[in-house]
């Protein structure tokens, strides 16, 4: 069955850190890739995708993911974070077929020390 | 006014009573699903549909039913509840034409079953 797993469970960075969130999938067809972000007591928002065409996608708030096919990765960046990017991230895959589902990885909380 | 609306936000209910969420959204999309986050797990599937008279059960649809009393609106409902369901409950829509659509979600539902 297709995964998605979030190799970080908890990160705690210092203000100015720079941050990288490891992403790995298992399907090996075409993929969409996703990351999600839910601040405190939120609900998920959409941080960038991935559908096709440049790998190196950016979003909002300073974040960027590249996707590497080679490795199954879509790894989540940000050259310094800060203290508002407290939060648990969610990378997500789209299930085969087109049923619109989203697979999510266990999601990685990141707090930020200013 | 939030796109994707859950009610109720929080409800602490007792084993073995039914419990309804409900969810309504103006995005105009066709399809919706529902969700569920347990620290550590992510999100898992609990159920989706694709219209009124498309309903099809996700990974982990054992104790929960829905019902699309229309384009708008979804519901889950828990007929015995048991404490092992307390978790966070998201509902998300997204358009239903492609798949590199994202889903939009609600602000969640936070359910303890004592």
Not at chain 1, 15 to 27: H, Q, T
Not at chain 2, 52 to 79: C, H, M, P, T, W
Not at chain 2, 101 to 112: I, K, N, V
Request: hydrophobic letters at 35%; glycine letters at 10%; one cysteine or more.
């Amino acid at each position: 069955a297709q995964s998605v797993s979030q190799h970080n469970h908890h990160v705690i960075l210092s203000e100015a850190a720079s941050l990288e969130l490891g992403c790995n999938y298992s399907y090996g067809g075409t993929v969409n890739l996703f990351w999600y972000v839910q601040y405190p007591g939120q609900h998920l928002q959409l941080l960038l995708k991935y559908f096709s065409g440049d790998p190196l996608v950016k979003g909002i708030k300073g974040f960027e993911a590249e996707f590497i096919k080679s490795k199954f990765s879509f790894n989540l960046r940000k050259p310094s974070v800060q203290w508002s990017d407290t939060a648990e991230y969610f990378c997500a895959v789209n299930a085969p077929g087109n049923t619109g589902k989203l697979i999510f990885g266990q999601g990685t909380t990141l707090q930020v020390k200013p | 006014d939030a796109d994707v609306t859950q009610t109720p936000r929080n409800r602490i209910t007792k084993t073995g009573k039914r419990i309804m969420l409900e969810c309504s959204q103006t995005k105009g999309h066709d399809r919706m699903y529902w969700y569920r986050q347990d620290p550590g797990l992510g999100l898992r599937l609990i159920y989706y549909s694709f219209d009124v008279k498309d309903i099809n059960k996700g990974e982990i649809s054992d104790g929960y039913s829905v019902s699309r009393q229309a384009q708008a609106k979804f519901s889950l409902s828990l007929e015995s509840a048991i404490p092992n369901q307390t978790a966070l409950y998201f509902c998300a829509t997204r358009t239903g034409t492609g798949r590199t659509g994202e889903l939009f979600f609600g602000e969640g539902s936070r359910l303890t079953v004592l």
